[in-house]
């Protein structure tokens, strides 16, 4: 069955960094464009980062880029998101997600529904 699961998460004060991982299992998802999502207190779920199948394109909502890099590794099928310059508002729940389905499998913003598959988070709470 496939799976992702996410780890990494933690409480970490402003200015610091987190590196969430996302490690998938059951299938192939080399092929496929990966995503990390997050959803805050009271909040819906947001599109945080978006990386292509061969990791060659990167799509990032405005709130994060320059501080975030998502990545991702095929060999140990293993998505990464490098948070750096954390801010109180990135505390959430992190969620990576596969969408196994467009094609080409090149990154862009995306929505849930466009995600066939979701981990079950990691919080992530950054102190002022």
């Known amino acids: 069955q496939a799976q992702l699961v996410e780890s990494g998460g933690g409480l970490v004060q402003a200015g610091g960094s987190l590196r969430l991982s996302c490690v998938a299992s059951?299938?192939?998802?080399?092929?496929?464009?990966m995503g990390w999502f997050r959803q805050a207190p009271g909040k819906e779920r947001e599109f945080v980062a978006s990386?292509?199948?061969?990791?060659?394109?990167?799509d990032y909502a405005e709130a994060v880029k320059g501080r975030f890099t998502i990545s991702r590794d095929n060999a140990e099928n293993t998505v990464y998101l490098q948070m750096n310059s954390l801010k109180p508002e990135d505390t959430a729940v992190y969620y990576c997600?596969?969408?196994?389905?467009?094609?080409?499998?090149?990154?862009?913003?995306?929505?849930?529904?466009?995600?066939?598959?979701w981990g079950k988070g990691t919080l992530v709470t950054v102190s002022s």
């Open positions: 997600a596969a969408d196994l389905h467009t094609m080409p499998a090149v990154a862009h913003a995306l929505a849930d529904a466009d995600m066939d598959l």
């Open positions: 990386i292509g199948g061969r990791g060659r394109s990167t």
């Open positions: 059951g299938r192939t998802f080399s092929n496929y464009v």
